[in-house]
T-cell receptor, first 114, second 112 residues
């Protein structure tokens, strides 16, 4: 089944403890991205990757890192999480970016930073 | 910077009605506009993608139109069903690096 898989689905942690949210897709997509969704603010893009080894900042990249060492995986790294990063996070992928390809989303990761 | 507005923010109607959800955007330089559905506790499901050169797309009971020059899109849902209850999001996509810009969504409830 074609899908985008995120792990963990839920995480409660404390300020400053490094964490990684994994994202994997099995559709051989070139383009992957991360969004956060907050009440009243909607979905905002954090980082995106047009293909392997190519990543760039989205609208709200502060406090996050990403890497794209292989096509299928695009982990989101919070080196020193803070309470304002408490949010619902989504990973998405499409065949190419900006080429009229529908985007496929994971089921989301709900992070709570205490 | 692209800004997207969806009206209404919430809508509750009885089953069987035809509905129109509205989306407006400020920057008409887009590659396409996508409509998504989001169910509670779930990710987003792509419903329709309208390319910038197209005027509308249809999938089953759903029809989406795009007027790029005026910065508007509508999602028409025919003969609504309780299973249509969800939040509907529109997202114009800019070129390559710009990605999707989302509206805040329309929360739709279809009463049985």
């Amino acid at each position: 089944e074609a899908q985008v898989t995120q792990n963990p689905r839920y995480l409660i942690t404390v300020t400053g403890k490094k964490l990684t949210v994994t994202c994997s897709q099995n559709m051989n997509h070139e383009y992957m991205s991360w969004y956060r969704q907050d009440p009243g603010l909607g979905l905002r893009q954090i980082y995106y990757s047009m293909n392997v080894e190519v990543t760039d900042k989205g609208d709200v990249p502060e406090g996050y890192k990403v890497s794209r060492k292989e096509k299928r995986n695009f982990p989101l790294i919070l080196e020193s999480p803070s309470p304002n990063q408490t949010s619902l996070y989504f990973c998405a992928s499409s065949l190419w970016g900006g080429w009229n390809q529908p985007q496929h989303f994971g089921d989301g990761t709900r992070l709570s930073i205490l | 910077k692209q800004e997207v507005t969806q009206i209404p923010a919430a809508l509750s109607v009885p089953e069987g009605e035809n509905l129109v959800l509205n989306c407006s955007f400020t920057d008409s330089a887009i590659y396409n506009l996508q409509w998504f559905r989001q169910d509670p506790g779930k990710g987003l499901t792509s419903l329709l993608l309208i390319q910038s050169s197209q005027r509308e797309q249809t999938s089953g009971r759903l029809n989406a139109s795009l007027d790029k020059s005026s910065g508007r899109s509508t999602l028409y849902i025919a003969a609504s069903q309780p299973g249509d209850s969800a939040t509907y999001l529109c997202a114009p996509e800019g070129g390559g690096a710009d990605g999707l810009t989302f509206g805040k969504g329309t929360h739709l409830i279809i009463q049985p």
